[in-house]
């Protein structure tokens, strides 16, 4: 057999020596954190807090922002903190790796963290730890830091177990951190329930924004709208190359971390056919002019709040017939899904009244088999072979925000002042249906927009972007006459 040892070489780093550790050991300047900073939305984080802690009178909740996932070999995924940590702390950042977020019974918030290392502790894990070392992967705050930025009591995480020895009854928010549900599904954690309802809270408590988180999504927005007219400007070149799609990804991309954090999901970028594919994201093919591109696309801010707005654009900047009579009839029925937005309708109004003028105009292009009223009815349903989502969902810390909260409070439940969300109705004609005329297999639109329901109605915080036909050809021509 083989010698394993000769087989695995390890890191491909040298041996640290005992002359290099001592010379690491000192002579480090102090680099302390401005006591004057606090995360974001930092007012807004008492009152969250003591919202969830009243929903669990009596109990310890964790809330925990998640672990590092594999990627491949030795290299991670990037790290996102789970939403419902960084909505009750304000802390976004990559190095919030394996914290936990306590709330006490008492409503007290405390916050188990790593925190950064002593340099001269003797262990040298701020150059030695290749995952959590600040050499590596950037500074974290110590104690003092962390509690000072969040107005949260802070704790070493290595004391989190300590929690788990008396008889306090817990609630986790499991299947987030490995770590914390193998530490509470242990004998000694007899006392801890996992079960859903304290997601389902947490969800909930997301339902309405604050007027802070619709800046915040404001602003992705705004971001998302210059990332769109970016994607424009890259037409003639992404035109030119063998996979334009990932041209296009690219452009908007750019954009995404320029501004913010990031993309808020994976940019959808589906010209021709591929907009058939609700979810494309291959992004890898080229562009012909005759056809259309649909770009379903989201910056993530700083502070983790996503758009998510979808356009459905002609690539020669202009629509041919058989695209505009496809396109129309999904922005009348878009139309009519914002009209019903207010508070007190229904959440899925918007979703029936886009689905009726999706289905009388099929029924008037001869498609369905039967009348738009009989595939309307919920024992039929057959409009929906082309058109298969709904029509929308809730938007902010996550593109589907509140996936968690409990039918009754958001899909079966009404709107209210300070919700945002998605109307986005669309048609994926799929190019080997045979019910379809040649000339309109292979179309896919979608149009998308975000709105924040008001005291009276909604306003459309995407309305930066054109949705009309001839808007979105005057666009396409301005910014393509820059170059």
């Known amino acids: 057999m083989a010698d394993q040892s000769v087989l695995h070489t390890g890191s491909h780093d040298l041996p640290v020596t005992p002359a290099l550790s001592a010379y690491m050991s000192d002579q480090w300047a102090p680099t302390p954190l401005s006591a004057d900073l606090r995360v974001p939305g930092h007012g807004y984080l008492a009152g969250r807090l003591a919202r969830i802690a009243a929903a669990f009178p009596g109990e310890r909740l964790l809330v925990p922002a998640g672990q590092l996932k594999v990627r491949s070999n030795d290299c991670d995924y990037r790290f996102r903190p789970n939403s419902a940590y960084a909505h009750l702390t304000g802390l976004t950042g990559e190095e919030q790796v394996g914290h936990v977020l306590v709330i006490e019974p008492d409503g007290e918030g405390v916050l188990y963290l790593r925190p950064r290392s002593d340099r001269s502790d003797g262990t040298g ?260 072979r082309y058109t298969l989502c709904a029509s929308g969902h809730m938007l902010g810390l996550d593109v589907h925000d509140c996936a968690k909260a409990r039918a009754e409070t958001y899909l079966d439940g009404v709107l209210e002042e300070g919700m945002v969300l998605t109307v986005e109705p669309g048609l994926y004609l799929q190019p080997d249906d045979l019910t379809l005329p040649p000339a309109l297999r292979g179309t896919g639109v979608r149009i998308e927009d975000d709105l924040v329901i008001t005291a009276d109605g909604a306003r459309l915080m995407s309305s930066a972007l054109p949705r009309t036909v001839d808007g979105i050809e005057t666009w396409m021509g301005e910014l393509l006459s820059e170059r």
């Not at 802070?212 to 003639?236: C, I, K, M, N």
């Not at 591109?293 to 502070?303: F, N, Q």
């Open 125 to 384: 894990a701020f150059f030695r730890d290749r995952r959590y070392g600040e050499l590596w992967v950037g500074r974290r705050a110590d104690l003092a830091e962390a509690a000072n930025l969040t107005g949260l009591r802070a704790a070493h995480l290595d004391d989190l177990p300590k929690l788990f020895t008396g008889s306090v009854p817990t609630r986790v928010l499991s299947d987030v951190d490995p770590v914390l549900d193998a530490l509470t599904g242990r004998p000694h954690a007899d006392h801890t329930v996992r079960d859903g309802q304290l997601a389902a809270a947490l969800s909930e408590l997301r339902l309405i924004k604050d007027p802070w988180e619709v800046e915040q999504l404001q602003l992705s927005v705004d971001h998302t709208a210059a990332g769109f007219a970016d994607v424009v400007r890259a037409l003639p070149a992404a035109l030119r190359h063998h996979r334009g799609e990932r041209i296009l990804e690219g452009a908007f991309n750019a954009r995404a971390r320029a501004e913010g954090n990031g993309t808020g999901y994976e940019t959808i970028v589906a010209s021709g056919a591929h907009a058939c594919v609700l979810h494309w994201i291959r992004n890898d093919g080229p562009l012909d002019p005759t056809q259309l591109l649909l770009l379903d696309a989201g910056v993530e801010t700083d502070t983790l709040y996503t758009a998510d707005i979808t356009r459905t654009l002609p690539l020669s900047g202009t629509f041919s017939s058989a695209q505009r009579d496809v396109y129309e009839l999904v922005l009348a029925a878009q139309s009519a899904g914002i009209a019903t937005l207010r508070p007190g309708a229904s959440f899925r109004d918007f979703h029936r009244a886009a689905m009726r003028v999706i289905a009388e105009g099929l029924s008037e292009w001869g498609v369905l088999p039967v009348s738009a009223e009989e595939a309307l009815r919920e024992d039929s349903g057959l409009y929906r």
